[in-house]
């Protein structure tokens, strides 16, 4: 008889390691790693002499329409979905404690279910009479969609391949359980077990599944990482308790372009969208001070142009602060030794705090000069031109590089009331009519032209 393989893997971050240890090799958590039982047991593991059924192929000149999409009427969650929900679709939407997924999901299938499509909303975190009183405070209680309360795949299943509905809301697919799978619920066998089941029910029947997914505290979707992968669109609610706005971004989309964000603002009555983000995340701001530099950016294929803030103050400390927040901490800290090192502006002995305003993330390279002008205006406490835009790459010679879309970064800043801009040399402007587009080679040159130092 053939040995039977027994295989670990750990609950953080799905990583399969061949025996147990007290840490994870891959994501470096502690006591994450637990005994898995194999797929299949006993001699008969391969498929045998039975010859399966022939896979139909063809050309990739087929003329096949594009797959129909449902509109939700929420103009935000339809860019974000690629125009609106393809029929037999899995997806997932993933997001912190509290952010507002429910809300969001609540809101959407009460669209979709008055634009004609029919959905059904499946918790198995609350009772009905908790999702009646949040649809109640939400005003949509005249909303046709369909509640139901459990945590059993099979019966949600069952139901799901009875009803078929347009569209079925899952929350969440932690809180599942099968009873084909010996472990608990919220395991990697469970979570990777229900959305394999749920995904294949979606391409078998048409319903369009979404699936709610915890985060852990790395921002990262819970459970095994091919969860991701079997489903055809990725969504991460993104924003922070402090704020009101609430960003919803495809990380990945079957059906529509990924990188596409949709702005929403939470209020009183639920999640309100916002058509302008621009103008939303720049309404705060006042007059020019030091250390305020606007970045014009695109997010997925829209303009969305943020303030990045900066501050620069004198240390006590041995290893002066580093705080960043909605940028990545890696490309700053780059930035500042490109700054020491090619034009002599030291920031040793000092502290410094930088912050996308209105709870935004930017993780766009072409945001780095931005970056750097809110740096140098904070360092030597002179405000920039409240009129002014910034964008492009720095490389570690200190040079700019030139980014994509530049006529819509400028189309964006100048229906905002912006009249002047700053890019790299080689930057390709068509259609810049009444901006002033100033071009930098390098970043010795922005320092000296700009602050009149370097």
Same mark, same amino acid.
């Given at each position: 008889?053939?040995?039977?393989?027994?295989?670990?893997?750990?609950?953080?971050?799905?990583?399969?390691?061949?025996?147990?240890?007290?840490?994870?090799?891959?994501?470096?958590?502690?006591?994450?790693?637990?005994?898995?039982?194999?797929?299949?047991?006993?001699?008969?593991?391969?498929?045998?002499?039975?010859? +399966?059924?022939?896979?139909?192929?063809?050309?990739?000149?087929?003329?096949?329409?594009?797959?129909?999409?449902?509109?939700?009427?929420?103009?935000?969650?339809?860019?974000?979905?690629? +125009?609106?929900?393809?029929?037999?679709?899995?997806?997932?939407?993933?997001?912190?404690?509290?952010?507002?997924?429910?809300?969001?999901?609540?809101?959407?299938?009460?669209?979709?279910?008055?634009?004609? =499509?029919?959905?059904?909303?499946?918790?198995?975190?609350?009772?009905?009479?908790?999702?009646?009183?949040?649809?109640?405070?939400?005003?949509?209680?005249?909303?046709?969609?369909?509640?139901?309360?459990?945590?059993?795949?099979?019966?949600?299943?069952?139901?799901?391949?009875?009803?078929?509905?347009?569209?079925?809301?899952?929350?969440?697919?932690?809180?599942?359980?099968?009873? #084909?799978?010996?472990?608990?619920?919220?395991?990697?066998?469970?979570?990777?077990?229900?959305?394999?089941?749920?995904?294949?029910?979606?391409?078998?029947?048409?319903?369009?599944?979404?699936?709610?997914?915890?985060?852990?505290?790395?921002?990262?979707?819970?459970?095994?990482?091919?969860?991701?992968?079997?489903?055809?669109?990725?969504?991460?609610?993104?924003?922070?308790?402090?704020?009101?706005?609430?960003?919803?971004?495809?990380?990945?989309?079957?059906?529509?372009?990924?990188?596409?964000?949709?702005? &929403?603002?939470? =209020?009183?009555?639920?999640?309100?969208?916002?058509?302008?983000?621009?103008?939303?995340?720049?309404?705060?701001?006042?007059?020019?001070?030091?250390?305020?530099?606007?970045?014009?950016?695109?997010?997925?294929?829209?303009?969305?142009?943020?303030?990045?803030?900066?501050?620069?103050?004198?240390?006590?400390?041995?290893?002066?602060?580093?705080?960043?927040? @909605?940028?990545?901490?890696?490309?700053?800290?780059?930035?500042?030794?490109?700054?020491? #090192?090619?034009?002599?502006?030291? &920031?040793?002995?000092?502290?410094?705090?930088?912050?996308?305003?209105?709870?935004?993330?930017?993780?766009?390279?072409?945001?780095?000069?931005?970056?750097?002008?809110?740096?140098?205006?904070?360092?030597?406490?002179?405000?920039?031109?409240?009129?002014?835009? &910034?964008?492009?790459?720095?490389?570690?010679?200190?040079?700019?590089?030139?980014?994509?879309?530049?006529?819509?970064?400028?189309?964006?800043?100048?229906?905002? @009331?912006?009249?002047?801009?700053?890019?790299?040399?080689?930057?390709?402007?068509?259609?810049?009519?009444?901006?002033?587009?100033?071009?930098?080679?390098?970043?010795?040159?922005?320092? @000296?032209?700009?602050?009149?130092?370097?």
């Amino acid at each position: 008889m053939a040995r039977s393989v027994t295989a670990f893997t750990c609950t953080a971050c799905g990583a399969a390691h061949r025996k147990w240890s007290g840490r994870c090799d891959a994501c470096g958590e502690w006591n994450t790693i637990v005994e898995e039982a194999p797929l299949s047991e006993g001699p008969g593991r391969g498929l045998g002499a039975q010859r +399966g059924r022939s896979i139909p192929l063809g050309g990739l000149n087929a003329n096949e329409p594009a797959p129909p999409r449902a509109p939700s009427g929420i103009a935000e969650l339809d860019r974000v979905l690629g +125009g609106g929900l393809v029929p037999g679709s899995a997806i997932l939407v993933g997001g912190d404690p509290g952010i507002g997924k429910s809300t969001l999901l609540l809101q959407a299938a009460a669209a979709f279910s008055r634009a004609g =499509t029919s959905a059904v909303y499946l918790s198995g975190e609350e009772a009905g009479a908790q999702l009646r009183m949040r649809a109640q405070r939400l005003g949509l209680t005249d909303a046709p969609v369909r509640l139901g309360t459990g945590t059993a795949l099979r019966d949600i299943l069952t139901t799901l391949d009875a009803e078929r509905p347009d569209v079925a809301v899952i929350d969440s697919v932690q809180t599942l359980w099968s009873d #084909a799978v010996e472990s608990a619920p919220g395991s990697v066998a469970q979570v990777r077990s229900a959305a394999h089941e749920l995904t294949t029910l979606a391409k078998r029947t048409g319903v369009s599944v979404i699936l709610v997914g915890h985060v852990t505290k790395d921002g990262q979707i819970a459970g095994p990482r091919v969860v991701e992968h079997m489903v055809d669109t990725v969504l991460y609610f993104e924003g922070e308790r402090g704020h009101q706005f609430r960003i919803l971004r495809a990380v990945k989309n079957r059906f529509g372009p990924s990188g596409e964000i949709g702005v &929403f603002e939470m =209020t009183g009555g639920g999640l309100a969208e916002v058509a302008n983000p621009s103008a939303l995340f720049l309404s705060e701001r006042g007059q020019a001070v030091p250390g305020s530099a606007v970045f014009a950016g695109i997010e997925g294929t829209r303009p969305v142009l943020t303030e990045i803030q900066a501050l620069v103050a004198p240390s006590s400390l041995a290893a002066p602060r580093r705080t960043v927040v @909605g940028l990545d901490g890696g490309r700053v800290s780059t930035i500042l030794a490109v700054l020491e #090192a090619r034009c002599a502006v030291p &920031f040793a002995g000092l502290d410094v705090f930088l912050n996308v305003a209105g709870g935004m993330r930017v993780a766009e390279p072409a945001a780095d000069l931005a970056i750097a002008a809110a740096l140098l205006s904070a360092r030597e406490d002179h405000a920039l031109g409240p009129e002014t835009v &910034f964008f492009g790459e720095i490389s570690l010679s200190g040079a700019l590089r030139p980014v994509a879309q530049a006529e819509n970064r400028l189309k964006e800043a100048r229906k905002l @009331g912006f009249s002047h801009a700053i890019v790299p040399i080689g930057q390709k402007v068509d259609g810049a009519d009444g901006m002033r587009v100033d071009r930098v080679s390098d970043l010795t040159n922005f320092v @000296g032209e700009t602050f009149g130092a370097g």
